[in-house]
């Protein structure tokens, strides 16, 4: 029976590796060596490790009807993914859709995941066989491959040595079967414990890991950046996440270095952080851009410095139109800062109006930059109103205008009601005056919108950036009192 013919699976991770020698031979399946090797990589760089099982049937279950490669990978992922959500990878369904930081390997448990107690009961070994070759999910039969003869008494008198073929008498390799096979058991329970999701068993968290499900402990420097992106106010969920690609990312020596683990989470936060790459100055002229949000959010301010910024260091020739008329206040404060600057504005009370506005300032300007007046999130009215200016100044660029300082719920509910007003990318102001920075990532991940520039004071033209992914991860990670120090 083909079932009983010992073969040597090899998989991404041991769970994968076991869920295929189950699946091939059934529940009964006799293991009869296992190992962990390095493949691929140069040097001693880079490679992954690879999981070997060599078993045989029972020679009382059939083997069941092969499998294609897909439909083995698919139950090995979904062994482990249906029982434990947390190993679903992150994504950020948003444009564009962030890089993955490297190929994932499927339903692999990171090595520092896999259990560490079976290690002081009889661990097998990694080899560290560079040489050899890239996984492929079964091998043929070796023949030297012994059926084992289970011993009743297999107390080791000390840990066993790499799982190497036995070279000794027939005692001997059945004696190391037997403490292998009770290593593969512990590590069978350990794996199903976890998939299982077994929160019994889970760990108490540490200080600064908000996720009381964690399973098992991360690294020491993984901990540590946990707690300071939670410092930042990062959300709960988002960190686990990091973590978990760190973890899986980089091996346990690697996750001992904190300049590795922080250029590591740097990336990895950079890659979920869509923006306009810092331009402030963007797109064919003439360039039009709305400002839209609530009142007080900083719209009027944050024009004023965007106005400046591109008269002044870009040389760009700058008009503004206000629609604020609601509010004379609001007119008469873009006018001071205008007469500042020295730009032309055109006060408008109508949408034709506004569209007539935009039409012959676009004739001799680069850049028009339209105030809109704020709009409570709650009166849907008024962001009908809203829509209608819009669709008739026909801006290029709708940026969302939110206080960083409201957290990531509040920006979530602001961007809900200006669906209407069809918002293209977030200006996060008042960022100085936010518990942390980790309400960046926050409001990226709920609004799914691209952020343009941040604010960070009151100060004209100074106090704006135009984001970069990484210049906004840096700040996440060091806060923004440190980075501005910097
Ligand atoms: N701390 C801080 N205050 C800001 C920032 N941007 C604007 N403000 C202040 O927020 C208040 C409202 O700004 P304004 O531009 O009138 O908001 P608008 O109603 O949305 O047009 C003013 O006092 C601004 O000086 C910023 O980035 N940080
Ligand atoms: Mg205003």
């Given at each position: 029976?083909?079932?009983?013919?010992?073969?040597?699976?090899?998989?991404?991770?041991?769970?994968e590796?076991?869920a295929?020698?189950?699946?091939?031979?059934?529940?009964?399946?006799?293991?009869?060596?296992?190992?962990?090797?390095?493949?691929?990589?140069?040097?001693?760089?880079?490679?992954?490790?690879?999981?070997?099982?060599?078993?045989?049937?029972?020679?009382?279950?059939?083997?069941?009807?092969?499998?294609?490669?897909?439909e083995r990978?698919?139950?090995?992922?979904?062994?482990?993914?249906?029982?434990?959500?947390?190993?679903?990878?992150?994504?950020?369904?948003?444009?564009?859709?962030?890089?993955?930081?490297?190929?994932?390997?499927?339903?692999?448990?990171?090595?520092?995941?896999?259990?560490?107690?079976?290690?002081?009961?009889?661990?097998?070994?990694p080899?560290?066989?560079r040489a050899?070759?890239?996984?492929?999910?079964?091998?043929?039969p070796k023949?030297?491959?012994?059926?084992?003869?289970?011993?009743?008494?297999?107390?080791?008198?000390?840990a066993?040595?790499?799982?190497?073929?036995?070279?000794?008498?027939?005692?001997?390799?059945?004696?190391?079967?037997?403490?292998?096979?009770?290593?593969?058991?512990?590590?069978?329970?350990?794996?199903?414990?976890?998939?299982?999701?077994?929160?019994?068993?889970?760990?108490a968290?540490?200080?600064?890991?908000?996720?009381?499900?964690?399973?098992?402990?991360?690294?020491?420097?993984v901990?540590?950046?946990?707690?300071?992106?939670?410092?930042?106010?990062t959300?709960?969920?988002?960190?686990?996440?990091?973590?978990?690609?760190?973890?899986?990312?980089?091996?346990?020596?690697e996750?001992?270095?904190?300049?590795?683990?922080?250029?590591t989470a740097?990336?990895?936060?950079?890659?979920?952080?869509?923006?306009?790459?810092?331009?402030?100055?963007?797109?064919?002229?003439?360039?039009?851009?709305?400002?839209i949000?609530?009142?007080?959010?900083?719209?009027?301010?944050?024009?004023?410095?965007?106005?400046?910024?591109?008269?002044?260091?870009?040389?760009?020739?700058?008009?503004?139109?206000?629609?604020?008329?609601?509010?004379?206040?609001?007119?008469?404060?873009?006018?001071?800062?205008?007469?500042?600057i020295?730009?032309?504005?055109?006060?408008?009370t109508?949408?034709?109006?506004?569209?007539?506005?935009?039409?012959?300032?676009?004739?001799?300007?680069?850049v028009?930059?339209?105030?809109?007046?704020?709009?409570?999130?709650?009166d849907?009215?008024?962001?009908?109103?809203?829509?209608?200016?819009?669709?008739?100044?026909?801006?290029?660029?709708?940026?969302?205008?939110?206080?960083?300082?409201?957290?990531?719920?509040?920006?979530?509910?602001?961007?809900?009601?200006?669906?209407?007003?069809?918002?293209?990318?977030?200006?996060?102001?008042?960022l100085?005056?936010?518990p942390?920075?980790?309400?960046?990532?926050?409001?990226?991940?709920?609004?799914?919108?691209?952020?343009?520039?941040?604010?960070?004071?009151?100060?004209?033209?100074?106090?704006?950036?135009?984001?970069?992914?990484?210049?906004?991860?840096?700040l996440i990670?060091?806060?923004?009192?440190?980075?501005?120090?910097?």
């Amino acid at each position: 029976m083909a079932g009983t013919q010992p073969t040597t699976i090899k998989a991404g991770s041991m769970a994968e590796a076991l869920a295929e020698v189950k699946r091939t031979f059934g529940p009964d399946a006799v293991i009869i060596r296992t190992r962990c090797v390095r493949a691929g990589g140069a040097l001693g760089v880079g490679g992954r490790d690879v999981y070997e099982i060599t078993a045989a049937g029972s020679g009382e279950h059939a083997a069941p009807a092969p499998m294609t490669a897909d439909e083995r990978m698919t139950r090995a992922s979904a062994a482990m993914a249906s029982t434990d959500d947390d190993f679903s990878p992150f994504s950020v369904a948003t444009f564009p859709e962030p890089r993955r930081s490297k190929p994932q390997t499927g339903a692999g448990v990171p090595e520092e995941l896999l259990p560490k107690k079976r290690v002081a009961v009889a661990p097998p070994p990694p080899t560290t066989d560079r040489a050899a070759p890239p996984p492929s999910k079964r091998e043929a039969p070796k023949p030297e491959a012994p059926r084992p003869e289970p011993q009743k008494q297999a107390a080791p008198k000390k840990a066993p040595r790499a799982l190497t073929p036995p070279t000794t008498s027939d005692d001997d390799r059945a004696a190391e079967i037997e403490r292998e096979l009770a290593s593969l058991r512990g590590m069978v329970e350990e794996i199903m414990k976890q998939t299982k999701g077994a929160s019994s068993t889970t760990a108490a968290p540490r200080e600064g890991v908000p996720n009381s499900r964690r399973p098992v402990a991360v690294p020491e420097s993984v901990e540590r950046l946990g707690r300071r992106l939670a410092e930042q106010q990062t959300p709960p969920a988002t960190i686990e996440e990091l973590q978990r690609a760190i973890a899986s990312e980089l091996t346990p020596s690697e996750c001992a270095d904190d300049d590795l683990v922080r250029a590591t989470a740097a990336r990895l936060i950079a890659e979920r952080i869509p923006t306009s790459d810092g331009k402030i100055d963007t797109g064919p002229d003439p360039r039009v851009i709305a400002l839209i949000g609530p009142t007080g959010v900083g719209k009027t301010t944050t024009i004023a410095k965007l106005a400046a910024l591109l008269k002044l260091r870009h040389g760009r020739r700058v008009a503004l139109i206000t629609t604020d008329t609601y509010r004379i206040a609001a007119a008469e404060q873009l006018r001071v800062y205008a007469d500042i600057i020295g730009l032309p504005l055109r006060v408008t009370t109508r949408p034709e109006e506004a569209a007539r506005a935009r039409e012959e300032l676009g004739r001799t300007h680069d850049v028009v930059i339209v105030d809109t007046p704020g709009r409570s999130q709650r009166d849907a009215r008024r962001i009908d109103e809203l829509a209608n200016i819009l669709a008739a100044v026909q801006p290029d660029e709708r940026r969302l205008v939110c206080s960083a300082a409201t957290g990531g719920e509040a920006i979530s509910r602001v961007n809900d009601a200006y669906a209407a007003a069809w918002p293209d990318g977030l200006i996060l102001s008042k960022l100085d005056e936010a518990p942390g920075a980790g309400v960046i990532l926050d409001a990226v991940e709920r609004t799914k919108l691209p952020i343009a520039y941040i604010t960070t004071g009151q100060e004209v033209p100074d106090d704006i950036e135009g984001a970069t992914s990484a210049s906004l991860a840096g700040l996440i990670l060091d806060g923004f009192e440190t980075s501005r120090r910097r």
